[in-house]
């Protein structure tokens, strides 16, 4: 009987000690790539701001040359309709002289035209 018991005492020693190295490894591979991680999530976040700075230059449209369908697609809120409205001002009143100008446009708030500054250029 202790032959018994002395055994069932190695053999869960041995299976724990063997059940511990894995769960002490697991967790440190786990640590390793959350390090490795992390630098990625850096160089993607410069890669994104590097893109959207390219991004609004292509979105950046000129009031005073842009069509319809350019207007629509730089713009935040403004659909053709809009767009159109802006076109039909531009050519009865002349080029814009000022972005703030936009806010004569019917339909044109004050929030739209300071909302779109930076999509926009003279």
């Known amino acids: 009987m202790k032959r018994g ?15 511990s190295s894995t769960s002490l490894a697991a967790p440190f591979a786990g640590k390793a790539q959350m390090t490795q991680a992390r630098p990625d ?12 700075a390219a991004e609004s230059e292509e979105t950046t449209v000129s009031i005073n040359t842009a ?12 659909g053709k309709k809009k767009a159109q409205a802006i076109v039909s001002y531009r050519e009865e009143h ?29």
């Open 94 to 122: 002349g080029p814009f002289k000022a972005l703030d100008d936009l806010k004569q446009v019917p339909g044109m708030g004050d929030s739209l035209v300071e909302r779109n500054l930076p999509n926009l250029k003279l």
């Open 67 to 78: 069509t319809v369908d350019e207007l629509a697609k730089a713009m935040n809120g403004v």
């Open 41 to 52: 999530s850096a160089d993607n976040k410069a890669m994104k701001s590097t893109a959207n």
């Open 5 to 19: 018991i002395k055994a069932l005492c190695l053999a869960l020693a041995v299976a724990s000690c063997g059940l």
